[in-house]
């Protein structure tokens, strides 16, 4: 239930991130419109990777047993943490423009 409620509040933080996208590049330019985007980009990815994690691990639990989901869980995670780290660089090229 807790990576349930984790992946409905990240999907609830990207909603806000990509609706201030507009207010934000209004008020401070295009820089912070970029980083914004950029920011709500990787929140969305986020999400996308927690989803994709949670249904492949429970799918693998039941064609595998818990061994083959723990291994899904952690091949799933290391692809999500890289991706994490592709998305904070893209976050820091929009900042350092």
Same mark, same amino acid.
């Given at each position: 239930?807790?990576?349930?409620?984790?992946?409905?509040?990240?999907?609830?933080?990207?909603?806000?991130?990509?609706?201030?996208?507009?207010?934000? +590049?209004?008020?401070?330019? $295009?820089?912070?419109?970029?980083?914004?985007? =950029?920011? !709500? *980009?990787?929140?969305? &990815? @986020? /999400? #996308?990777?927690?989803?994709?994690?949670?249904?492949?691990?429970?799918?693998?639990?039941?064609?595998?047993?818990?061994?083959? +989901?723990?291994?899904?869980? $952690?091949?799933?995670?290391?692809?999500?943490? =890289?991706? !994490? *780290?592709?998305?904070? &660089? @893209? /976050? #820091?090229?929009?900042?350092?423009?």
């Amino acid at each position: 239930m807790s990576t349930r409620r984790n992946a409905l509040a990240g999907a609830f933080l990207a909603a806000l991130m990509v609706a201030a996208v507009p207010a934000i +590049a209004d008020d401070a330019g $295009r820089k912070a419109g970029g980083v914004a985007e =950029e920011s !709500a *980009r990787t929140a969305g &990815n @986020a /999400v #996308r990777d927690g989803f994709l994690t949670f249904g492949r691990t429970v799918k693998s639990f039941f064609t595998g047993g818990p061994n083959a +989901a723990r291994e899904t869980w $952690r091949e799933n995670a290391a692809e999500t943490r =890289e991706n !994490a *780290r592709e998305n904070a &660089n @893209a /976050v #820091r090229g929009e900042a350092n423009r």
